[in-house]
């Protein structure tokens, strides 16, 4: 096909790339060495590299050629061979563990820097031109989180918003949310725009012991939104793991039973919502987007019924059979909360507080709480994005993956929250992964652009191919294939050529 002459820059993916050293292996696919890969487009052709993030841990698991660095699903351990005190001391020191800096989830923008991020609190620069690793970035150093989201928020001005869990101080844990600015005053060019990290606001977490476990977070034009599910870590069982012998992941667990409480967070004060706003117990990774009509706030999300999602990627289930062994027990749900922040509190006990248009209802109860129940958009899609110009705005379009039985996206489908229509690309024995919307210069409209995916052929022999879509018809434009081994990856950004910097800078 032919690429649209606009289209220029570089599309940017991360995921586990590596999952056996010598003759250790991973138990989970989250855990594997990252892989950065990129599409770069330029005067209508494609260039495609991939190299693994030279991370501490990937050298560190790469010269012992065994896996020496705990991930969340594997815990490792040192040489056998030391002695008992060394051994003594290294159980004591992974009380708070010392993290992984194996950065495989997502590509995060920090003023003209690029950064491979995970969950923990270490963060990789790299430069996105040549995929090289770069300095390592402790979060913690500027703000106390174990362990922070990589699904950040930019506003307008390109500040970077994001939540990240403080599990240290003397049993206070809470979610921070903190900001770091894009740019540091003239003065200071040589300092780093982390060295101006602000904590916008703490909330503490409902249990002290038990800290929510989230992926991403919502933001409107003056809100936050912040989730507090009922899928949760267990601090006291995560700092003994490393002594039983077990990972981090199996200290997290879900109570059914429990409620899932909605936080807000006003912009503008930085003082939470007083109202306290509930649902029914769900798990969740992905914020949609989020918006505000007439005193409410609307926020879409894509949730479970229980955490089957996460067992689905260990490794001993992804083998030859898993399309046989491995069936979802819960379809993602495109829910939508709509949670009317300006209601009369004179409103009787029982009475649906929501006056616009939708099926959501937030229901007032005897002590002051309100109850949420969503409308349900669409079933079966995941690792949505949407046109990132009208986030915390109206918008229209979800850009996903289509999942049904099984957690390995089959098709591409582009959704119209407003008619419930949704177009697909899919062909069979294609895995597409997460679609990225880049819009066209000067666009008018929310569909005006280009879907970019990254399709994985399920025969290793037929070669893997990047798919360029109309994002308004959903129709191919033209797909540039790749004789190379790729694999499946998480996350990553779209980086126009003009947000570049030049070699020379």
């Not at 841990?57 to 490792?76: D, L, P, Q, W």
């Not at 060394?86 to 009380?95: D, E, G």
Request: aromatic letters at 12%; a negative charge; glycine letters at 4%.
């Amino acid at each position: 096909g032919q690429l649209p002459s606009w289209l220029q820059g570089i599309l940017l993916r991360n995921g586990p790339g590596m999952h056996t050293i010598g003759d250790t292996k991973y138990n989970h696919w989250f855990d594997g060495l990252a892989l950065l890969h990129s599409f770069t487009f330029k005067n209508g052709e494609v260039y495609y590299r991939s190299k693994y993030l030279r991370s501490d841990t990937y050298n560190c698991n790469i010269e012992a050629n065994r896996i020496v660095v705990s991930e969340f699903g594997t815990m490792a351990y040192p040489d056998p061979c030391k002695n008992i005190f060394a051994k003594a001391f290294s159980y004591l020191s992974h009380t708070i563990p010392e993290f992984t800096d194996n950065c495989l989830i997502n590509i995060m923008k920090v003023g003209d820097d690029f950064y491979a991020t995970g969950e923990t609190n270490f963060i990789r620069k790299i430069n996105p031109q040549t995929l090289e690793t770069l300095e390592k970035v402790d979060v913690n150093k500027y703000v106390a989180v174990n362990v922070a989201t990589s699904h950040p928020h930019y506003d307008s001005a390109g500040n970077i918003l994001n939540m990240g869990t403080s599990i240290v101080d003397k049993g206070k844990t809470k979610y921070l949310l903190f900001k770091i600015p894009s740019s540091v005053p003239e003065q200071e060019k040589k300092k780093s725009c982390f060295k101006h990290l602000e904590v916008v606001c703490s909330i503490p977490s409902r249990s002290l012991l038990h800290p929510s476990y989230y992926h991403s977070f919502g933001i409107t034009e003056n809100y936050i939104i912040f989730i507090e599910q009922p899928f949760r870590l267990d601090i006291v069982k995560m700092a003994t793991a490393y002594i039983r012998g077990v990972s981090w992941a199996s200290c997290l667990g879900f109570n059914k039973d429990d409620k899932t409480w909605f936080h807000f967070i006003d912009r503008k004060t930085k003082k939470e919502v007083s109202t306290k706003f509930y649902t029914d117990a769900m798990v969740f990774f992905h914020h949609i987007n989020a918006y505000e009509e007439d005193g409410h706030i609307i926020f879409d999300i894509i949730a479970y019924t229980d955490n089957s999602l996460y067992d689905m990627f260990y490794l001993k289930n992804l083998d030859k059979n898993f399309e046989e062994n491995v069936k979802l027990t819960s379809i993602p749900a495109c829910k939508r909360f709509v949670v009317p922040l300006q209601h009369d509190k004179d409103a009787l006990v029982d009475s649906n507080l929501v006056t616009i248009p939708s099926t959501a209802t937030a229901v007032k109860e005897k002590d002051g709480n309100i109850y949420c129940t969503p409308e349900i958009l669409c079933e079966g899609i995941e690792l949505p994005r949407i046109n990132y110009d009208y986030n915390g705005k109206k918008y229209k379009y979800v850009f996903a993956t289509e999942v049904q039985w099984s957690p390995i996206p089959t098709k591409i489908a582009k959704f119209n929250t407003e008619t419930k229509e949704m177009l697909h690309w899919g062909q069979s024995d294609c895995w597409p992964s997460e679609p990225v919307f880049v819009p066209r210069p000067d666009a008018k409209e929310e569909d005006d652009g280009v879907v970019l995916t990254c399709v994985v052929k399920t025969d290793p022999k037929d070669p893997p191919f990047l798919l360029v879509l109309d994002a308004k018809t959903f129709t191919e434009i033209g797909r540039a294939t790749v004789n190379v081994e790729m694999h499946m990856d998480l996350h990553g950004i779209f980086i126009p050529q003009q947000a570049m910097k030049t070699e020379t800078e």
